[in-house]
T-cell receptor, first 110, second 114 residues
C-alpha cells in the first residue's frame, strides 16, 4: 500500500521563526493536501496541490508539489502562537485513495 | 456554517456494549468517510461511502459497521466494543471524486472503552 513519511515528528520554535516540514511517498501521488489540527478539533484543510511543481500560498503558508510527484513540503513564515497544532500531509495516488502522514506537532514559544 | 457535525462528542463504554456514532453533513457531498486517530498513527480509514445506499471497507474495518441510508448522514456502529477501539473518531465528507476533492472533517468523537 501507499506509505507516507512525514518529518519532522515535532518541532519547537520561537515566535517569528520560519518552519518547514515535508512528506515523502513510496509511490507517485496525484494530489497533495496539507491539513492543520488544533487540540480537540478535526483537521482543517490548509492547501491543496494538484500538479507536479505547483507552488501555492495561503497567507504565511506555502506548499509545493514535488517535481518527482513523490514529495511535498509546507513552509510557514514568521510563525505566531496560533500556529501551534499538528500538521498533516495527505495524498492520493493511482488507487485514488487518500493516505495521511503521521503528523508534525508544532510548538511555538514566545 | 455547520459543515460536518458529529454526535456524540464524548462517550465512555464498557467492553461488549454497542453504540452508534452519527455524522451529518450539510454540503450535499456525495462521499463520506470514517477515520480513527490514534497517537503516532495519523488518520486511518475505517469505512467510506461514495453515495447514498453504498458503503465500502477502508484500511481498518474490522469490528465496525456503517450505513448510509440518507445522503447527508453516515453512521458508524460498534456492535461489541473492545478496549482496542478506544480512539478519536473523525467523520469527513467530500464533494467529488475521491482523488481530487479535499475532505472536510468534523470535530471528532472521543470514545473510551473500559
Amino acid at each position: 500500500g501507499q506509505q507516507l513519511n512525514q518529518s519532522p515528528q515535532s518541532m519547537f520554535i520561537q515566535e517569528g521563526e520560519d518552519v518547514s516540514m515535508n512528506c515523502t511517498s513510496s509511490s507517485i501521488f496525484n494530489t497533495w493536501l496539507w491539513y492543520k489540527q488544533d487540540p480537540g478539533e478535526g483537521p482543517v484543510l490548509l492547501i491543496a496541490l494538484y500538479k507536479a511543481g505547483e507552488l501555492t500560498s495561503n497567507g504565511r503558508l506555502t506548499a509545493q508539489f514535488g517535481i518527482t510527484r513523490k514529495d511535498s513540503f509546507l513552509n510557514i513564515s514568521a510563525s505566531i502562537p496560533s500556529d501551534v497544532g499538528i500538521y498533516f500531509c495527505g495524498g492520493t495516488g493511482t488507487a485514488s485513495k487518500l493516505t495521511f502522514g503521521t503528523g508534525t506537532r508544532l510548538q511555538v514559544t514566545l | 456554517n455547520a459543515g460536518v457535525t458529529q454526535t456524540p462528542k464524548f462517550r465512555v463504554l464498557k467492553t461488549g456494549q454497542s453504540m452508534t456514532l452519527l455524522c451529518a453533513q450539510d454540503m450535499n457531498h456525495e462521499y463520506m468517510y470514517w477515520y480513527r486517530q490514534d497517537p503516532g498513527m495519523g488518520l486511518r480509514l475505517i469505512h467510506y461511502s461514495v453515495g447514498e445506499g453504498t458503503t465500502a471497507k477502508g484500511e481498518v474495518p474490522d469490528g465496525y459497521n456503517v450505513s448510509r441510508l440518507k445522503k447527508q448522514n453516515f453512521l458508524l456502529g460498534l456492535e461489541s466494543a473492545a478496549p482496542s477501539q478506544t480512539s478519536v473518531y473523525f467523520c469527513a465528507s467530500s464533494g467529488g471524486r475521491y482523488s481530487n476533492q479535499p475532505q472536510h472533517f468534523g470535530d471528532g468523537t472521543r470514545l473510551s472503552i473500559l
